[in-house]
């Protein structure tokens, strides 16, 4: 098994099972199951992550990654992106490019809680791919933009990494992570400086690429953080298939140290769509165990669900019981959307999550949970108060539920959506971006 994973002694290192630059890794990989799953001309992506604790520790430090890969398709050899959680920061000058020995001037990683994208592949020259950053550097969540040799190619991978710990998770206060990947459009020999040879100088890309745009939402904000240019024999719509992989890569196995570090990760609201469909990503499968014959014998890791969600852990004594690893395992979830599909899984509060995406146009989704049978009311208001949209205003039984608002005519601004249940009241805002 062929997987990306950060390391610090350089950024970026591509281990390889049974290789020793894998050994003392544990993970289990998940993927989309195919025989259940296939629709045409996927060209949006989402989904959400709870993190509910990713520890590091600022001496004896090991690693932890949960490697979330966007696969994609086209004619030819198919392309992914990585969207990452780990636990390590890292701070560079903005643009830089490794040199002959493979290191980053004037970097530096520590512990903290990152993110971060990444394009790369044995297949693809520096002309063939690139990005373009649309995030700000100087403020929260401090993403930056760097240009890696991390398959030793002679080749640079475009990489986008937070600067800064961008939040410390607990049982009691969840990091909240989207991502939102969409198609844009399609170019042809594009002028934007979007990709850097490992001699330091920009390289124009040569061809017709498809446009990938990254958001990452962080507790309710979004930031626009990336367009991603793929070729368009790779990368023309998102994987019919299998559009999202979900790795594990924990260090420690070996020494049984898998405890040192814990994390729990959960996994919900996965979904693509063809830009008139939305469809829900609930059937999946363990595919891959790292052994890297190391002698892993912690299994103090691996993967679980509770019928609507999936969660990735590592480090608890209950791993081992609880978790599944091993390939061959498969887990079907059911995503909350209809109260009449999921009558078993009631919610214990009036909820009102933030819509997505956000900002938005012309459409942005709302989910709203409601514990009990009553009258509910979903209005969206402009600043001064307006009403300028009725979602909801009706009884409704307990139960999940999500709702698509469309702008119509609505002029770019900032709006505010307002739930009332009873008296349970609750106002979340808005962006509107045409």
Request: aromatic share 12%.
């Amino acid at each position: 098994m062929k997987c990306m994973v950060p390391f610090i002694s350089g950024l970026i290192l591509i281990c390889f099972q049974n290789s020793i630059l894998a050994q003392n890794i544990a993970g289990a990989m998940l993927d989309v199951d195919a025989t259940s799953f296939n629709h045409a001309n996927l060209t949006q992506l989402t989904w959400k992550a709870e993190i509910s604790e990713y520890e590091y520790l600022q001496t004896n430090f090991r690693l932890r990654i949960e490697f979330n890969r966007v696969n994609f398709m086209g004619r030819g050899f198919p392309c992914s992106v990585g969207a990452t959680i780990q636990n390590l920061g890292h701070s560079f000058i903005n643009d830089a490019a490794t040199n002959r020995f493979g290191q980053l001037p004037d970097s530096n990683e520590f512990p903290a809680l990152g993110l971060y994208l990444s394009s790369w592949d044995y297949s693809l020259d520096d002309s063939s791919h690139g990005v373009l950053f649309r995030s700000d550097s100087n403020v929260y969540p401090y993403f930056g933009r760097v240009f890696e040799d991390i398959t030793y190619n002679g080749y640079s991978a475009k990489n986008i990494y937070t600067k800064q710990n961008i939040g410390t998770p607990s049982l009691n206060s969840p990091m909240i992570i989207r991502w939102t990947v969409t198609k844009k459009g399609k170019i042809t020999n594009p002028v934007e400086n979007l990709s850097r040879n490992m001699q330091g100088n920009w390289v124009p890309l040569r061809g017709t690429f498809v446009i990938w745009n990254f958001k990452i939402e962080i507790n309710g904000i979004t930031y626009d953080v990336a367009d991603y240019y793929l070729p368009i024999g790779g990368a023309e719509y998102i994987s019919s298939t299998n559009p999202l992989t979900l790795v594990q890569n924990y260090y420690g196995s070996a020494g049984k140290i898998l405890d040192a570090e814990k994390g729990t990760v959960k996994y919900v609201d996965m979904k693509v769509s063809d830009g008139t469909t939305w469809y829900n990503l609930e059937s999946w499968n363990i595919i891959s165990r790292i052994d890297d014959g190391a002698g892993n014998t912690d299994n103090r890791f691996g993967w679980l669900s509770d019928g609507i969600s999936l969660t990735s852990c590592v480090g608890h004594v209950n791993d081992i019981i609880n978790c599944y690893r091993d390939p061959g395992k498969a887990f079907s979830i059911k995503l909350p959307t209809d109260v009449n599909d999921y009558s078993s899984i009631l919610p214990k509060n009036f909820i009102l999550s933030q819509n997505y995406p956000n900002p938005f146009n012309p459409t942005t989704t709302i989910n709203y949970s409601a514990p009990k049978s009553g009258f509910v009311s979903i209005k969206v208001y402009d600043v001064l108060g307006r009403e300028v949209a009725t979602l909801i205003n009706e009884n409704k039984p307990a139960g999940n539920y999500s709702i698509q608002f469309n702008s119509g005519n609505l002029v770019s601004e900032v709006y505010f959506y307002r739930m009332q249940a009873g008296d349970f009241i609750q106002t979340k805002k808005l962006i509107l971006l045409k």
